[in-house]
T-cell receptor, first 117, second 109 residues
Framework: GAVVSQHPSRVICKSGTSVKIECRSLDFQATTMFWYRQFPKQSLMLMATSNEGSKATYEQGVEKDKFLINHASLTLSTLTVTSAHPEDSSFYIC?????????????FGDGTRLSIL | GQQLNQSPQSMFIQEGEDVSMNCTSSSIFNTWLWYKQEPGEGPVLLIA?????ELTSNGRLTAQFGITRKDSFLNISASIPSDVGIYFCAGLNTDKLIFGTGTRLQVFP
């Protein structure tokens, strides 16, 4: 089945550091990838939609200058949390859409737990 | 952001029991999905429903897409300890997934 790989799985860093998280589709091309954030004991909240070759679309309330998204190839999207602070600590999960079909399930990565000290 | 209402919030059951959980929305969705998430991992797709009224099974799991397209339920029969986790429903229109609030399932041997 379709596999999405996310790296790193865990990051612990000091406040003010910028952190890059990678999301790769391993055996399929993904023109669209999604980034979610999940706080403890809560559901997944969509942050942004990453489109290959064009700018990402951010959900309301998500700062695009804070969460930089780059989708430079059909198999890789990156999320950079710039100048991270403790309130940015969360579980970040990406997903990828296989092909260009609509209303198809997304395949999720295993998430990145970000802890800012 | 928008979320779907999922109930119950948590369940503590004995191994062998059947489980039922449901998800409701004020909006119509074209596709309903059910995911399971274990600690420290991403959600894994269990069942996808594409048509109103559709009833689909995956092993011991059965899910239905409500006729109104605003709700769905998931049943797990004869639960086993490895069914432990958080179950999320999700509604899908074109590409955007809206997740439910989750049902935390604990199974005791």
């Amino acid at each position: 089945g379709a596999v999405v790989s996310q790296h790193p799985s865990r990051v612990i860093c000091k406040s003010g550091t910028s952190v890059k998280i990678e999301c790769r589709s391993l055996d399929f091309q993904a023109t669209t990838m999604f980034w979610y954030r999940q706080f403890p004991k809560q559901s997944l909240m969509l942050m942004a939609t990453s489109n290959e070759g064009s700018k990402a679309t951010y959900e309301q309330g998500v700062e695009k200058d804070k969460f930089l998204i780059n989708h430079a190839s059909l198999t890789l999207s990156t999320l950079t949390v710039t100048s991270a602070h403790p309130e940015d600590s969360s579980f970040y999960i990406c997903s990828a859409l296989q092909g260009a079909r609509v209303n198809q399930p997304q395949h999720f990565g295993d998430g990145t737990r970000l802890s800012i000290l | 952001g928008q979320q779907l209402n999922q109930s119950p919030q948590s369940m503590f059951i004995q191994e062998g029991e059947d489980v039922s959980m449901n998800c409701t929305s004020s909006s119509i969705f074209n596709t309903w999905l059910w995911y399971k998430q274990e600690p420290g991992e991403g959600p894994v797709l269990l069942i996808a429903l594409y048509k109103a009224g559709e009833l689909t099974s995956n092993g011991r799991l059965t899910a239905q897409f409500g006729i109104t397209r605003k709700d769905s339920f998931l049943n797990i029969s004869a639960s086993i300890p490895s069914d432990v986790g958080i179950y999320f429903c999700a509604g899908l229109n074109t590409d955007k997934l809206i997740f439910g609030t989750g049902t935390r399932l604990q199974v005791f041997p």
